[in-house]
């Protein structure tokens, strides 16, 4: 007998969160069922963001103390993979049993299993069928596998979050934020790091000036970077491994990581059964988020759509499903939205990018040094910089920043953005607290 429901989300990240969420601050007695294969919450709690920062914060720590030797700090910290690791399994392990019990309610009901269509209206998990008004596909993404010799060599950057004990000599292909980001964990943890990037710049999602500050810090700390190296072996030797390029380079490492990106997460679903359209970068939808089939949508990382409108990041995935949740008949409008890499230094960004507003008549392009400022020079914060894009109506529309606080200082701009205010009404309607880079957007917006 088939079941039948208002919703069924297939996924239980953030987008699941989000509808769920929604649903009970409107007190509505629709129905869901949300159904996932792997553990409850989704990617980002337990294979990336969360873990991710989890770890971000002791190695935050330690690099500062190292950037401060010499100026008050005699010795700095070091890490002690083993505990860090055992505090961050500690912590991430009740998780998905945690999420899959708040997101049931007398009205929301989960489930472990593998869905796929058995029509466009029909989902089949462990031999039962469920049907219901929509049906919201919200897998996400996983890790890209390199079509290469030896790829069953490589690691993915799920394998680095549940590492118990550090290899000697790590090797990362791929330079996008993942990569960086656990590339910034691994040297600080006591690994010797190589990055391989096929192309000439890291972090290629961010302002290229910005992203060089970042590899130049990165590569002063002993991290190794080869652009234009396209890896295309890696091959197992007495003493580790090989990773080898198409460019004749050889590589030596213990332990090597495919982050060479995230790919949609789809295979399993028979979306070929139920007609759902997709490209390579994941599931057309319309301006409502529903797929070319009637009652079936899509919300969150597994959506092919413009990430200059609506990024892969958690927060945008929420939004979805809330959206979905107020079943409205207006199309989906996002807010500004900013976006960060946990590098050290970070790497942040909102709105307009700067490097498309360079050169541009139609907007005035602002640099503050914050090295100058005394919160910046107190942990040694040499290269920060925040760059502004503003239009000719003297509204800032886009900014950029690289500093060991970049992901907060953005964030207090994605208001400023947001409020579509002059510079002149923003600064005469708020002060903010006095020695911080809030406090500092008075004289920025000028």
């Not at 400022?373 to 914060?381: H, I, K, M, R």
Request: charged share 15%; with cysteine.
């Amino acid at each position: 007998m088939t079941k039948k429901f208002d919703y069924i989300v297939i996924g239980s990240g953030p987008a699941a969160f989000g509808l769920t969420t929604a649903l009970k601050e409107q007190r509505s007695t629709k129905t869901a069922l949300i159904i996932d294969n792997d553990r409850f919450g989704g990617t980002c709690p337990n294979y990336g963001c969360e873990p991710k920062i989890f770890l971000e914060g002791a190695v935050r720590n330690v690099l500062i103390g190292q950037q401060l030797q010499g100026r008050g700090i005699q010795q700095a910290a070091k890490i002690d993979w083993s505990a860090l690791m055992a505090a961050k399994q500690a912590t991430f392990a009740p998780y998905p049993d945690n999420a899959q019990a708040a997101m049931t309610t007398d009205y929301v009901q989960t489930l472990q299993g593998a869905a796929a269509f058995a029509d466009a209206k029909t989902v089949m998990v462990n031999g039962q069928t469920y049907q219901a008004d929509k049906i919201v596909i919200a897998t996400g993404l996983k890790a890209n596998h390199l079509p290469i010799q030896g790829q069953k060599y490589t690691h993915s950057s799920n394998d680095v979050l549940d590492l118990a004990e550090l290899p000697k000599r790590v090797t990362f292909i791929g330079s996008g934020y993942v990569g960086m980001e656990l590339a910034t964990v691994l040297s600080a943890a006591g690994a010797q790091v190589e990055v391989i990037e096929h192309s000439p710049q890291a972090l290629g999602a961010f302002y290229p000036d910005h992203a060089a500050v970042v590899v130049k810090q990165m590569a002063q700390r002993g991290i190794r970077f080869h652009f234009g190296q396209s890896v295309n072996a890696v091959r197992q030797t007495a003493t580790g491994f090989t990773v080898e390029t198409a460019e004749g380079q050889h590589y030596d490492s213990d332990y090597v990581i495919d982050s060479s990106g995230r790919v949609p997460n789809i295979d399993r679903l028979a979306l070929d059964v139920a007609g759902v359209a997709t490209d390579r970068h994941g599931i057309l939808v319309d301006d409502h988020l529903q797929t070319n089939v009637a009652g079936i949508y899509a919300a969150g990382d597994v959506i092919s759509k413009d990430p200059a409108v609506a990024p892969q990041l958690t927060p945008v995935a929420q939004f979805e499903g809330e959206y979905l949740a107020a079943d409205t008949q207006d199309s989906i409008v996002y807010p500004v939205m900013a976006t960060g890499s946990f590098t050290f230094p970070q790497i942040a960004q909102v709105g307009m990018p700067v490097a498309q507003a360079v050169g541009d008549s139609d907007y005035r392009i602002k640099r503050l040094a914050l090295s100058a400022d005394f919160a910046y020079t107190g942990t040694n914060d040499e290269d920060a910089e925040l760059v502004g894009v503003f239009d000719q109506q003297n509204r800032l529309v886009g900014a950029s920043e690289v500093s060991q606080t970049a992901t907060d200082d953005i964030n207090q701009l994605a208001g400023v953005i947001g409020s579509g205010q002059t510079v002149t009404d923003w600064r005469q309607q708020q002060l903010y607290i006095f020695p911080t880079l809030a406090s500092k957007i008075k004289y920025f917006l000028a």
